[in-house]
């Protein structure tokens, strides 16, 4: 089956630095990605949608400012955490949709491994 | 934003048996899938079920769908220790995201 990939899988860094995670899709081409964080024994909430060649689409209550999304190609989209704090410790996962692999809206969508960051 | 509720929250069996949980949602849906989860890992696909079917099945996996009553269920049969994991549900209400309930913890003891 198709394969997200996510890099880096674990990051550490110290408050007030910048994050920057990336998700690609590697063998499709991702009209569509979206990010999840997950906090510990939680559920996934979406944060947004990563259009590619438009501005991402926001949940409410996601700040798009502290969460900068960038979907630059067909098979990359990138999370960037800004100024990131304690609190945006988290694990952030991917997932991409593959337009072409079958009828309806989300049928096909392949998740990446995720990313812990850790905000000291 | 998140709509699943999954019960139990928690379930330990013994191998070779079966486990059962459960999920509820609130608005129309397109379909729901089933996901599974090891410790700190990413997500697995287990299966999809659309809304106009009622039950599915992938080799030891069996799922249903109520529409009317907004549930479905997942059915593990002969429980494996590599069955250990979270389970979640998640809804596709047709605007192509997914919307993920609370998640229910499977431990098979040996």
């Known amino acids: 089956g198709a394969v997200v990939s996510q890099h880096p899988s674990r990051v550490i860094c110290k408050s007030g630095t910048s994050v920057k995670i990336e998700c690609r899709s590697l063998d499709f081409q991702a009209t569509t990605m979206f990010w999840y964080r997950q906090f510990p024994k939680k559920s996934l909430m979406l944060m947004a949608t990563?259009?590619?060649?438009?501005?991402?689409?926001?949940e409410q209550g996601v700040e798009k400012d502290k969460f900068l999304i960038n979907h630059a190609s067909l098979t990359l989209s990138t999370l960037t955490v800004t100024s990131a704090h304690p609190e945006d410790s988290s694990f952030y996962i991917c997932?991409?949709?593959?337009?072409?692999?079958?009828?309806?809206?989300?049928?096909?969508?392949?998740f990446g491994p995720g990313t812990r960051l850790t905000v000291l | 934003s998140q709509q699943g509720e999954e019960d139990p929250q928690a379930l330990s069996i013994q191998e070779g048996e079966n486990a059962t949980m459960n999920c509820s949602y609130k608005?129309?849906?397109?379909?729901l899938q089933w996901y599974r989860q090891n410790s700190g890992r990413g997500l697995v696909h287990l299966i999809l079920i659309r809304s106009n079917e009622r039950e599915k099945h992938s080799g030891r996996l069996r799922v249903t769908l109520d529409t009317s009553k907004k549930s479905s269920s997942l059915l593990i049969t002969a429980s494996r220790a590599a069955d250990t994991a979270s389970y979640f549900c998640?809804?596709?209400?047709?605007?192509?995201?997914?919307?993920f309930g609370a998640g229910t913890t499977v431990t098979v003891r040996a």
């Open positions: 998640a809804t596709d209400a047709y605007d192509y995201k997914l919307s």
């Open positions: 608005t129309s849906i397109n379909n």
């Open positions: 990563s259009n590619e060649g438009s501005k991402a689409t926001y």
């Open positions: 997932s991409a949709r593959d337009p072409l692999a079958g009828e309806g809206s989300t049928d096909t969508q392949y």
